[in-house]
């Protein structure tokens, strides 16, 4: 899962750039986590708020589904 990212050198960046919809020049936020461009049809601190929201339940998903993993596993480890 990965924000949209005009990397410095590619024809997106240049596009969005002209457009004047570079809003950081940060590098080190050039990392599809964070929004470094003005998104078109929403703001960039929904986008931001929306990609972060959704990496926290991805993680609270992954972990459950981990612990199932090892609660079901356990016994099938143990027994041979």
């Known amino acids: 899962m990965?924000?949209?990212?005009?990397?410095p050198g590619?024809?997106?960046y240049k596009i969005y750039n002209e457009e004047?919809?570079?809003?950081?020049?940060?590098?080190?936020?050039?990392?599809?986590?964070?929004?470094?461009?003005?998104?078109k049809l929403m703001s960039q601190d929904k986008l931001q708020n929306g990609y972060n929201d959704l990496a926290k339940q991805l993680k609270r998903y992954m972990m459950h589904r981990m612990?199932?993993?090892?609660?079901?596993?356990?016994?099938?480890v143990f027994d041979e």
């Open 2 to 7: 990965n924000i949209l990212t005009p990397f």
């Open 67 to 76: 612990i199932q993993r090892v609660a079901t596993n356990r016994n099938t």
């Open 20 to 39: 004047g919809r570079i809003v950081d020049y940060d590098w080190n936020k050039y990392n599809f986590c964070n929004v470094v461009y003005k998104p």
């Open 10 to 12: 590619s024809e997106l």
